[in-house]
T-cell receptor
Framework: DGGITQSPKYLFRKEGQNVTLSCEQN?????MYWYRQDPGQGLRLIYY???????QKGDIAEGYSVSREKKESFPLTVTSAQKNPTAFYLC?????????????FGPGTRLTVT | DAKTTQPPSMDCAEGRAANLPCNHS???????VYWYRQIHSQGPQYIIH???NNETNEMASLIITEDRKSSTLILPHATLRDTAVYYC?????????????FGTGTRLTIIP
């Protein structure tokens, strides 16, 4: 049963702590993406990776970092430098970068920082 | 600078066809129209896309006007599970430096 998994579904952290969100896919997709969604808003792209060992900043990369050491995994670290980290984080993948119009999304992680 | 305009919300009776409009008057020749939906607190789901011809799949139909300045997503027999936010997105098919830009979409509520 192929898909994208994100864990945990809900995550709580204290301000000043770094936190890493997990994203795993078994779809054999080359490209992966991280988005952030705030209440009542659309999605904003944080980072994307066209292929393993490569990643690029999206529209709102400040305060975030990623790695892509394996094709299946694209973890996102929310650092203490991110001023407003509380949000719904969505990971997605597409079969290839030039098929990025058809993205498959995970269920999301809702991060709350207090 | 939004490329698409959608109504913020719509209602539709269960079992009826839901017709969701989207204006994209500045669409360029190499840009496709894509539709996604997002059920509450879940990740978005790809529905359909098209360039200029009408398209149909198991989920929906997409009608694009001849001048390509607007389109309509049609859910032929809406069910309660179709309640979601629907996003209309315009983007080139080959990505390069382009990315999917999700606006605020249309919140569709299916009424029993």
């Amino acid at each position: 049963d192929g898909g994208i998994t994100q864990s945990p579904k809900y995550l709580f952290r204290k301000e000043g702590q770094n936190v890493t969100l997990s994203c795993e896919q078994n779809l054999n997709h080359d490209a992966m993406y991280w988005y952030r969604q705030d209440p009542g808003q659309g999605l904003r792209l944080i980072y994307y990776s066209q292929i393993v060992n490569d990643f690029q900043k999206g529209d709102i990369a400040e305060g975030y970092s990623v790695s892509r050491e394996k094709k299946e995994s694209f973890p996102l670290t929310v650092t203490s430098a991110q001023k407003n980290p509380t949000a719904f984080y969505l990971c997605a993948s597409s079969i290839a970068w030039d098929r990025g119009y058809e993205q498959y999304f995970g269920p999301g992680t809702r991060l709350t920082v207090t | 600078d939004a490329k698409t305009t959608q109504p913020p919300s719509m209602d539709c009776a269960e079992g009826r066809a839901a017709n969701l409009p989207c204006n994209h008057s500045t669409i360029s020749g190499n840009e496709y129209v894509y539709w996604y939906r997002q059920i509450h607190s879940q990740g978005p789901q790809y529905i359909i896309h098209g360039l200029k011809n009408n398209e149909t799949n198991e989920m929906a139909s997409l009608i694009i006007t001849e001048d390509r300045k607007s389109s309509t997503l049609i859910l032929p027999h809406a069910t309660l599970r179709d309640t979601a936010v629907y996003y209309c997105i315009v983007s080139p098919r080959n990505f390069g430096n382009e990315k999917l830009t999700f606006g605020t979409g249309t919140r569709l509520t299916i009424i029993p």
